[in-house]
Nanobody
Framework: VQLQASGGGQVQAGDSLRLSCAAS????????MGWFRQAPGKERDFVAAVSWSSTTYYADSVRGRFTISRDNTKNTVYLQMNSLKPEDTAVYYC?????????????????WGQGTQVTVSS
């Protein structure tokens, strides 16, 4: 499975961004897809994920501001980020789970995308 992420950029606090991630290759298994992020000097943290049936789950730090969705016909996952804060600044990585079940930790990830930078200035 190959993951191609896009949509990062530099914005002001309070602005919005939409990330997209398209999966290609052996994408027939209906595992969860989602996003992690990594700020400089910090670990890679879970942000949000969505199941094949569109059940969503979020990190507490983004719940209510970010919305994740997926289009199974396009093998694509989206992350709509609203009310962005400087602490959201990080490299965002698209991910596909390695098996059935929730993907809240990096060890549950089977495939990673290349990362896209999101920078939020105050």
């Amino acid at each position: 499975v190959q993951l191609q992420a896009s949509g990062g950029g530099q914005v002001q606090a309070g602005d919005s961004l939409r990330l997209s991630c398209a999966a290609s290759g052996r994408t027939y298994k209906p595992y969860d897809m989602g996003w992690f992020r990594q700020a400089p000097g910090k670990e890679r943290d879970f942000v949000a994920a969505v199941s094949w049936s569109s059940t969503t789950y979020y990190a507490d730090s983004v719940r209510g501001r970010f919305t994740i969705s997926r289009d199974n016909t396009k093998n694509t996952v989206y992350l709509q980020m609203n009310s962005l804060k400087p602490e959201d600044t990080a490299v965002y990585y698209c991910a596909v789970a390695s098996a059935y079940g929730r993907m809240r930790v990096a060890t549950a990830v089977g495939y990673w995308g290349q990362g896209t930078q999101v920078t939020v200035s105050s």
